[in-house]
């Protein structure tokens, strides 16, 4: 609720920053209008990802409105992704159980671009990592419980199907 409020302020304070540019310099376009979806889904980078995953992990990450964003998603090659695992000291599962993973303290999640399987389980999964950031967690049960409700919206927008 305070974070609605904080953005709330901030959108004013922009707003009210191009009232008052057109009131010293009326051929100043006002600033473009923010609204709050634009601000949620320009702040965390997308990396490794070509522009079809991006846009549909977008447009999920959108749908899905969670209450904490990562600050950056990664996909990368699967060997690459072991490698991230071992660096942040995470036990990664052998074998297909592990798709992608969350580092809470940056923020960061990897995706195993070889493994994480088609468009609806991007979403299925990310829907656990987002978990993991909601519930400031690492524990998997946590995870799954916060996700519930984003799982709901992606399915909602049809853009999931419950597994
Ligand atoms: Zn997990």
Redesign the pocket.
Known sequence: MKKAIALVVVLMGLATSGIAQVLVNPAVPAAKELKPGDVLTQSYVVQGATPRQETLLRTQMQAMQSDVIPSRIIFVPHWKYLYAAKMYKLHVPTGMA?K???HLASRSVFIDDDYYGGDESLGYWMA??L??LAANS???ND??KAAKPYRKRLQGAQLVSMH
């Open positions: 592990s992608m993973f969350t656990h990592e978990g993991h690492a524990d998997e995870a799954e």
